[in-house]
């Protein structure tokens, strides 16, 4: 294979798997799947990467990453300790260049799923906000087409914006962040508390189908947080659109609930929330398209 023909790769790093794909046509035509090491050391972390993208190839054309954290010129960084296992401020894109011959393009996971999510099925959506609910709370903004990443590779991270300061203590180091009461982690947490009992996420949702005051008020509390985090997104950014993903977000239940926490905000803040359509591939997609796009600083 010469130089001219070798393909698009994409990575999506994730806090215990890192996939790899590869990319023709805007679509997945290979696809392998490794865990994430965790040693705590940067240099494992990109090893693992150029290993598993040489599956696919060994000189890359373009190598687009979406990882969880944050990323800021060039360096990876995990807000909450222990969610990716990376030394702070870790020069991924240097790592990445040096091991597999290409400038590689690393980007939030969230952030790129975002793009994704704002060009399906040939529409463009202005001004959308992405939000995954799952372990943790991510989401990725696309403002008039463009989307926001920022200097520091903050923006997006609406997981953990305050609703409660004397709330819950988050892995970020401040108190009653959205993801200490809306996320899996924080919904099985809070039950466990209440019944006395180690209870997941999925047990949590199925305790209150079956009608558990305690289980049901703790759905209840995450949807008001989340509402209120969402309402903040459109009072501080206009949002058209509300897309939701992740393992707790796509819960038609829990969907249908927050539809109904939102109706009772003034109309102002009410968006359409849709389930996200990008699926699990979302951040080796819109990672995939960012590479032909100049992103905004």
């Not at 790769?9 to 023709?24: D, L, Q, W």
């Not at 401020?89 to 975002?114: F, H, M």
């Not at 947490?189 to 996420?201: F, L, N, P, T």
């Not at 393992?247 to 009772?264: N, Q, W, Y």
């Amino acid at each position: 294979m010469t130089a001219t023909t070798e393909p698009t790769v994409a990575v999506n790093i994730g806090g215990s798997k890192i996939a790899v794909a590869r990319i023709e046509g805007g679509g997945i035509t290979e696809r392998h799947q490794t865990a994430t090491p965790r040693t705590g050391h940067g240099h494992d972390l990109a090893d693992a990467v150029a290993t598993i993208v040489r599956k696919i190839s060994a000189n890359p054309a373009r190598l687009g990453v979406a990882t969880t954290g944050i990323v800021a010129e060039g360096c990876l960084t995990a807000l909450v300790p222990g969610t990716l296992p990376v030394e702070n401020n870790y020069p991924i894109v240097a790592s990445l260049r040096r091991r597999l011959g290409v400038e590689p393009l690393v980007v939030n996971d969230a952030q790129a799923a975002a793009f994704h999510e704002s060009r399906q099925a040939g529409e463009i959506v202005r001004r959308l906000a992405f939000i995954t609910v799952s372990t943790g709370i991510a989401a990725g903004i696309v403002i008039d087409g463009k989307l926001q990443i920022g200097r520091h590779g903050l923006a997006g991270h609406a997981g953990h914006m305050t609703v409660d300061g004397s709330g819950p203590l988050c892995g970020c180091g401040r108190r009653g962040c959205v993801e200490t009461l809306a996320s899996g982690t924080a919904i099985a947490r809070r039950a466990s508390d209440v019944i006395g009992k180690e209870m997941s996420a999925p047990a949590v949702f199925a305790a209150a189908h079956q009608g558990d005051e305690h289980c049901v008020r703790v759905i209840e509390d995450a949807v008001q947080a989340l509402a209120a985090m969402i309402a903040d997104l459109v009072a501080s950014l206009d949002l058209d659109l509300i897309r939701l993903g992740g393992g707790i977000g796509i819960v038609p239940s829990f969907l249908h609930r927050l539809r109904a926490t939102m109706e009772d905000l003034p109309a102002i803040y009410r968006r359409p929330i849709e389930p996200a359509r990008g699926g699990a591939e979302a951040g080796l997609l819109g990672v995939a398209a960012l590479l032909d796009v100049k992103l905004p600083q």
